[in-house]
């Protein structure tokens, strides 16, 4: 935004600094109200003729950054769970709020098209996929916004009932990325073009093309994409996953994946062993123990899934960054990493990933000995 706006309730200007850190803070107060006043009147300020355009930018320069602070944050470990749970429904709300300020300026005026957004099943990240809905039907496009962890069937049945020109996957969580390709390759097999998005997809969207979607890296993107048009998928579109991504022939994500159980179950043991101060841990940890070594498991296959060392590394990386903030060395992590590696000795993809994150963990960061 670059315009100085004027504060509705007490006159003042506002620059688009203060509107920022006004929003930021009624986030930290749970002040759902002051919250919404605010974007309603930074949409407002921007007079007639300029609403769209102004709906736009507060939904991607003011409401969308908030949301990322929220997980710089939290992160961080400067905001509790809950602080976070609550901020994220307010900016629901103020998303809601900017969508109704816009809907008089959109009255008439003709559809460029008709689109379908959804989560894939299991994504719980639903405001990134809102606002692209939101910006695309600010741009004109009419959307059927189907929301959080979308079931592939349904979404199935949905494009059989109402004729889409395109539909629009998000994801956020890369350990989606199986559901999402099976989502991709259903969705093409009704002849409908597939554009994916969101920070699962890797950079530059790298797994969405590898899973023969389109993929812009935002709202403005996809719009852009959409008004080019996509191509739209053959008869024959239906496909197995090994058709993309040939390397899954080998056959180890589909037996690490099915030997998670007891991969975790061996790893929470070795790691016991290995760090005997877990062995005085209560319930709470020991679960939370298990659910991190599970999210370990969950990315290594998702990393043999694509075949991407680098999905697991970041990831490792990430949970590092978590561990290191609420004061848990992030070395912790390399007797789960040498559990799974003796477990897998036989699997040389599953062994080349953990090799490579276990590297990474072990360069010694600033400041910091390995
Ligand atoms: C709010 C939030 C939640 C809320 C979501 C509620 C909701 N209604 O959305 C809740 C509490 C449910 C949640 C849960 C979890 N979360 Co969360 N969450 C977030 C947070 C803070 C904000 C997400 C957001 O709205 N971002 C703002 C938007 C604007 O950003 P965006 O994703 O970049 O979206 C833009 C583009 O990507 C693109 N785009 C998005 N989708 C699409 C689709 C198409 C087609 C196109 C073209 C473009 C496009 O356009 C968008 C707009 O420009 C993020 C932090 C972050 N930085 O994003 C973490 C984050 C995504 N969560 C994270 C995690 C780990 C989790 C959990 C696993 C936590 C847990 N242990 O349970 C669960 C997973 C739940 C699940 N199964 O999905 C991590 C992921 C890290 C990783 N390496 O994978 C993050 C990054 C937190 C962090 N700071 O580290 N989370």
């Known amino acids: ?18 509107l920022r850190e006004q929003l930021w803070q009624a986030l930290l107060a749970c002040d759902d109200t002051h919250a919404v006043a605010l974007v309603r009147f930074a949409v407002g300020a921007a007079g007639p003729g300029r609403t769209l355009a102004a709906a736009e930018r507060v939904l991607l320069e003011l409401i969308a950054p908030a949301q990322e602070r929220v997980g710089v944050e939290w992160a961080a470990d400067r905001l509790t769970v809950a602080q976070e749970h609550a901020a994220t ?6 998303v809601s709020a900017v969508a109704d300020v816009a809907a008089p300026a959109l009255a008439g005026a003709p559809a460029r098209g008709r689109v379908t957004v959804a989560c894939v099943d299991g994504e719980w990240h639903a405001l990134p996929a809102r606002l692209v809905a939101e910006v695309l039907r600010l741009r004109g496009w009419r959307v059927d916004y189907l929301g ?22 998000s994801s956020s969580i890369p350990a989606h990325l199986p559901t999402a390709h099976a989502a991709i390759s259903a969705c093409q097999a009704t002849g409908t073009p597939v554009m994916a998005g969101g920070a699962a997809f890797g950079p530059h969207g790298r797994y969405a093309r590898r899973m023969q979607a389109a993929w812009a890296p935002d709202a403005v993107g996809a719009h852009t994409l959409l008004e080019q048009g996509l191509d739209r998928p053959t008869a024959d579109a239906a496909r197995l996953p090994d058709l993309d991504l040939p390397h899954l022939a080998d056959q180890e994500y589909t037996l690490v994946g099915q030997g998670k159980r007891q991969l975790v179950k061996q790893t929470l043991i070795d790691v016991e062993d290995a760090f005997p101060p877990m062995r005085t841990y209560g319930e709470g940890q020991r679960e939370r123990t298990a659910e991190d070594i599970g999210h370990i498991v969950s990315y290594l296959v998702t990393a043999l899934y694509v075949d991407d060392a680098e999905l697991f590394t970041t990831f490792v990386a990430w949970t590092a960054g978590i561990l290191d903030a ?10 789960a990493l040498d559990s799974l590696l003796h477990q897998l000795k036989d699997f040389p993809r599953a062994t080349g990933i953990l090799t490579a994150a276990r590297s990474a963990l072990t360069v010694p960061g600033p400041g910091r000995p390995a």
Not at 149 to 162: D, E, F, M, Y
């Open 326 to 335: 609420r004061s848990v060395p992030p070395q912790s992590l390399l007797p």
């Open 148 to 169: 959080a962890q979308v079931p592939t069937a349904h979404l199935i049945a949905h494009l059989h009932q109402r004729r889409s020109d395109a539909v629009l996957l």
């Open 89 to 94: 429904a307010i900016n629901e709300r103020c």
């Open 1 to 18: 935004m670059t315009t100085r706006e004027t504060s509705a309730a007490t006159g003042t200007a506002l620059t688009d600094g203060e």
